[in-house]
């Protein structure tokens, strides 16, 4: 499927969400631009500005969110094989050059992604080193600042 961006169904019922609140939300913005727009004079209207720079940010992330879900190829990540990474599974690693250091990462396509929460993209350098490794299974990461990390994987699960 050319041009499509894997996605479980989470990370699109996340999307479809963040659309329906996107959207609700530019009502209020086209009042506030009418409303400011009364005030007279646009080339020195402040509020008019910022209302109209605020409407076209709002339609300009929906029409990226509304691309997400249309290039979306929505993978049921509960048939995926088990003990495998693939999109959807949950990997803890060990850094084994620092002994006892544990890490855990969710793979997730488009959309999904929140490092600080340890969701990370397929398509990531990272995501890319995990795709199909099985538990027990030993490898060499090169980050993207050519440092080295010899990982582990520990363990492979579903959430």
Known sequence: MSGKVPMTRTGHAKLQEELRELESKVPALKKAVRTAREHGDLSENAEY??????????????????AKLAAAQIIDDTKLPEGVATIGATVKLLDIDAGDEEEEYTLVGAGEENFLEGRILTTSPLGQALLRREQGEEFDFKTPNGTVIRYRVLQIGRR
Do not use: C, K, P
């Open 49 to 66: 500005h910022a209302a109209r720079e605020a409407l076209v940010s709002l339609e300009n992330r929906i029409g990226a969110v509304h």
